[in-house]
Structures are given as structure tokens and as C-alpha cells.
């Protein structure tokens, strides 16, 4: 069974940068040729939001209004790794972050539904304060 594995996050000034992983453990060879893989976070105020999703076919790429030209999320798909890197991070950016798989190879309807998406992982801290 495929689990989804995040990785980094921390604690940064505002205007810092962090880096998350998501890695798919026990996953076949290329397993980001065949799913798509969407980016949560879940802030202070409990409330989750979809800021990411990135597509098996090449340039299917979505970004939400509040993380469109400070983020930006790669594949490495030898290595069934997709990764998240955050730049000019606002205290707005605290939360938890989730990385979970789509129901299709490509990114479909904006904003992201959580309830679309499945296989999610346990979720890494990022806390931006001064």
C-alpha cells in the first residue's frame, strides 16, 4: 500500500524559506506518471485550504491566489518525490501541510476539494513568526 510521507518544514522568520517533500513509500517505479499530487495546509483556525497541485503531464500546474509566485512545487519522478519550495513566507503560511494524491493524472477542478483526494499523508508544521 502506497503511504504519502511529508518531509521538512520548521520554523522561519517572516520573508525565510522552507522546503517540503512528499515521497510515495512502497510505490512503483515513476508513480507520479500516473497520479496527480495536491498540497493542504490546515491553519490555526482549523480551516484547510488546497494551495497546490501538480499533474502528471508536464506544465499541469495549479496554484491558489494566496501562494501564486512564492511557491513553487517540482518532481522528481525517479524518485517518486514532489517538492514544495516556499519562498517569502508570511505569518499567513503557519499551518500544517499535507501532501495527498488526486483522482486523476491531471489537476481538474479549482479550488481543490479535499474530499477528491486521498492517500494523505500525517501532515508537517510550518510556523512563520517573527
Known amino acids: 500500500q502506497v503511504q504519502l510521507v511529508e518531509s521538512g518544514g520548521g520554523s522561519v522568520q517572516p520573508g525565510g524559506s522552507l522546503r517540503l517533500s512528499c515521497t510515495a513509500s512502497g510505490a512503483g517505479l515513476n508513480y507520479w506518471n500516473y497520479h496527480s499530487l495536491g498540497w493542504f495546509r490546515r491553519t490555526p483556525e482549523n480551516a484547510r485550504e488546497g494551495i497546490v497541485c501538480i499533474g502528471a503531464p508536464a506544465g499541469n500546474i495549479y496554484y491558489s491566489g494566496a501562494v501564486k509566485g512564492r511557491f513553487t512545487v517540482s518532481e522528481d519522478k525517479s524518485n517518486n518525490t514532489v517538492t514544495l519550495e516556499m519562498n517569502n513566507l508570511i505569518p499567513k503560511d503557519t499551518g500544517v501541510y499535507f501532501c495527498?494524491?488526486?483522482?486523476?493524472?491531471?489537476?481538474?477542478?479549482?479550488?481543490?476539494?479535499?474530499?477528491?483526494?486521498?492517500?494523505w499523508g500525517q501532515g508537517t508544521q510550518v510556523t512563520v513568526s517573527m
Open positions: 495527498a494524491r488526486g483522482p486523476h493524472r491531471y489537476c481538474g477542478s479549482h479550488p481543490l476539494d479535499p474530499g477528491d483526494f486521498s492517500a
